[in-house]
């Protein structure tokens, strides 16, 4: 079956050299579904066409500003995800979508499942925009970058990512 066969490949403590994964089988694989499974398995965990959790990429970012840049208002700021799929709010709940906040000198990241609030300290972007520019007053100011749903439940920390800009 195929949870035997899944049962019968060691989780790798750290990849291969070039990113590959490895296994190795820990018990005879008697059956010919069993090998076949974990043949099927092995090509694509080799392929790349399957990733690891400890390996698995997701987030967001600021594409076009690093941390610590600094900058004139107003802001040019361009959003990318990795993971999910940006989809305007009014298409409603859809697995593995949502769109951008960007939380203006907020705590940081907000917890998973909670609504971002409606206000100047956090802008929405539930049309499904990728970019905007954000008027700023002069001096220090952290950005946090926050992915949510339809509903505007934030995603968490796993989808959010703080930078600190210099306005001039």
């Not at 499942?113 to 972007?125: L, N, Q, R, S, T």
């Not at 509903?151 to 703080?162: C, M, Q």
Request: aromatic share 6%; glycine share 8%; proline share 6%.
């Amino acid at each position: 079956s195929a949870s035997r066969a899944a049962s019968s490949v060691s989780r790798p403590s750290a990849p291969a050299r070039g990113g590959a994964v490895a296994c190795r089988a820990q018990a005879p694989v008697r059956g010919l579904a069993e090998r076949a499974s974990l043949a099927a398995a092995t090509v694509a965990l080799s392929a790349g066409m399957v990733a690891a959790p400890a390996f698995a990429s997701a987030g967001v970012a600021f594409s076009n500003v690093k941390s610590g840049s600094t900058v004139q208002s107003p802001v040019h700021l361009e959003f990318t995800v990795d993971g999910m799929s940006v989809k305007p709010a009014s298409e409603g709940l859809v697995p593995n979508t949502g769109h951008f906040h960007v939380l203006i000198d907020d705590e940081g990241a907000w917890p998973e499942g909670e609504v971002i609030p409606f206000d100047d300290a956090h802008k929405h972007y539930g049309k499904g925009q990728l970019v905007d520019d954000v008027a700023l007053v002069p001096g220090t100011h952290k950005l946090t970058l926050q992915f949510a749903n339809a509903k505007h439940e934030s995603y968490g920390d796993k989808f959010a990512n703080t930078i600190t800009v210099n306005v001039k």
